[in-house]
């Protein structure tokens, strides 16, 4: 057994959480999220280069945590989630431990926040190479021909919403696209409907987004959408000079007004 297993067992046996949330085996080689509630379930749990999803979206999901004190299998991306749900008071310090997977294949117990930014400042935050890539041959784009590869790709949305069901951040109960009085965004995926809705879910997540690349990995039509949050993450951090997911008293930027603003939008 792995210490990732031993580890999940005895915090279940000693009853410090009551649900590990974690990886396990699919069907055909594939990974799927794997939630352990005793200590025999904890055997199920595994970690290796599939396990890509980012299981913070699951820390606020009243499914699981009404569970009671859950830990998290964790990779970096994970771990930045939790530092930003915190950040936004969506988890309290104490409430989660994460087991960390380090990149030397050792496996950490982080009860604190403190412990997850340390444990993440020493850690470098990069793109993968695939999408450092499409990211640089997007910004090189004139903006009318990257206006218009954003409308052919989002033309294709076909309204699942998976890339909201993958994110972390995304946690409301009832999202925008959802109310219907007044109706802010129609239902019906077509191409204006189609580009309100991802111009909206990129602004809710600019300053907020973890760059965990999750939402573009689960739309089942292959729109790279998580490089629209992620390229705003990265505006965000040329102009402020911060990550989201790294501090845990961090602000968003760009819902954060101060008195000393200077205002010269206004008009
Ligand atoms: S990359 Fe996508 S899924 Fe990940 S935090 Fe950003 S918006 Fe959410
Ligand atoms: S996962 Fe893809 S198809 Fe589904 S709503 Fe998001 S962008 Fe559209």
Redesign the pocket.
């Known amino acids: 057994m792995s210490k990732l297993n031993d580890i999940a067992r005895q915090l279940l046996h000693c009853g410090e959480v009551h649900v590990v949330i974690g990886y396990g085996e699919g069907f055909n080689g594939r990974i799927r999220p794997t939630f352990a509630f005793t200590d025999n379930e904890a055997d199920k749990l595994l970690f290796d280069n599939r396990c890509r999803q980012?299981l913070a979206?699951y820390l606020c999901k009243k499914e699981i945590v009404s569970h009671g004190k859950p830990a998290i299998v964790a990779n970096i991306?994970t771990l930045r989630?939790i530092i930003r749900l915190a950040a936004e008071k969506q988890i309290a310090d104490g409430n989660v431990i994460a087991i960390v997977m380090t990149s030397e294949g050792d496996v950490r117990e982080l009860h604190k926040l403190e412990d997850m930014e340390n444990f993440l400042s020493g850690t470098p935050l990069q793109l993968n190479e695939t999408d450092r890539i499409m990211l640089d041959k997007l910004n090189s784009m004139t903006v009318s021909d990257r206006w218009k590869f954003w409308q052919e790709e989002i033309g294709n949305c076909i309204r699942c919403y998976a890339?909201r069901q993958?994110?972390?951040?995304?946690y409301c109960t009832q999202c925008t696209v959802e109310i219907n009085c007044p109706q802010w965004i129609p239902v019906a995926p077509y191409k204006m409907s189609n580009m309100e809705w991802h111009i909206m879910?990129a602004m809710h997540?600019s300053g907020?987004?973890?760059?965990?690349?999750?939402?573009?990995a689960?739309c089942p039509v292959n729109i790279p959408?998580?490089l629209l949050?992620?390229r705003l993450?990265e505006e965000i951090k040329e102009r402020y000079g911060t990550v989201s997911g790294t501090k845990r008293e961090e602000i968003c930027e760009m819902s954060s007004f101060l008195p000393e603003d200077s205002e010269n939008f206004i008009g």
């Open positions: 980012n979206s991306h989630g890339c993958a994110c972390p951040l995304c879910r997540l907020r987004c973890v760059e965990c690349g999750q939402c573009g689960a959408i998580h949050p992620v993450a």
